[in-house]
């Protein structure tokens, strides 16, 4: 079954490296059955997973009846889904009634793409507070994760804009470097999207990309550390690379 704690750990980075989920609610319109949708979601301040959805949808009907969901998150970057990791957030879906305003403002880093439905009145972002997770990462990493584990609040909440906006406006050569040297990746626009105390996300040519501190921040200075460290690390891995050349515009 593996360490805990250590299985806790990967379960909370397959979480951030993702952003869609298939949500289950209690159907109202076929009673006793699950009813299951597609919906896109980040992680907020206290590490829960945040949707936005309309009062008008199925899904949300059925929340309103019974806030007992589940959000099963699955890696899309394989060929074979049952191989690949996994992980089932099981929980209730709970109506934001506080920082609709930071949470609108953090949601459309990530998808700007829904500001219009930002802005109307029958959509509402709902967080699911945690029961329980079952993450399947491969052999020997398949346990029942607890909220004591899985949950970390984000310690660079509040200067976390800050800090992405001087990333966003003075290291985007930095930003190219984490990509190329630490994922073999070339970007030809990069975006921090989030920063928390285990990492941060890096949008680049319209793909999320997560990056993972050595070791977890709690104050600017120590996310600073951790950032030119990293710098440091992807560009010792350049010079032996051989990265394919960006696509002519």
């Not at 379960?11 to 609610?25: D, H, I, K």
């Not at 802005?119 to 909220?147: C, H, N, T």
């Not at 003075?170 to 921090?192: N, S």
């Amino acid at each position: 079954m593996g360490n805990t704690d250590d299985i806790g750990k990967i379960a909370r980075l397959f979480l951030r490296e993702n952003s869609v989920g298939v949500l289950a609610t209690h159907s109202l319109d076929v009673d006793g059955y699950p009813f299951g949708s597609v919906t896109p979601y980040i992680v907020n301040q206290k590490g829960l997973p945040t949707i936005l959805i309309s009062n008008l949808a199925q899904h949300t009907r059925n929340i309103k009846v019974n806030p007992k969901v589940s959000l099963t998150v699955f890696s899309q970057d394989t060929d074979d889904v049952q191989s690949g990791a996994r992980l089932t957030w099981i929980g209730d879906a709970l109506a934001l009634n506080d920082d609709k305003e930071e949470m609108k403002k953090r949601y459309l880093r990530y998808f700007p793409n829904s500001k219009t439905h930002t802005e109307m009145s029958d959509f509402s972002f709902y967080e699911i507070k945690l029961k329980r997770v079952r993450f399947i990462g491969g052999f020997g990493q398949i346990a029942w994760v607890e909220p004591p584990t899985m949950l970390l609040e984000n310690p660079l909440y509040r200067v976390e804009d800050d800090i992405i906006d001087h990333m966003n406006q003075d290291h985007i050569a930095t930003m190219k470097d984490y990509c190329a040297g630490l994922k073999r990746f070339v970007a030809g626009e990069v975006k921090m999207l989030g920063i928390d105390n285990e990492g941060f996300d890096i949008v680049a040519n319209n793909k999320k990309l997560r990056f993972s501190f050595e070791k977890p921040v709690v104050t600017a200075e120590d996310a600073r550390a951790a950032l030119v460290l990293l710098a440091r690390k992807a560009r010792a891995y350049l010079p032996t690379m051989s990265l394919p050349e960006l696509p002519q515009k």
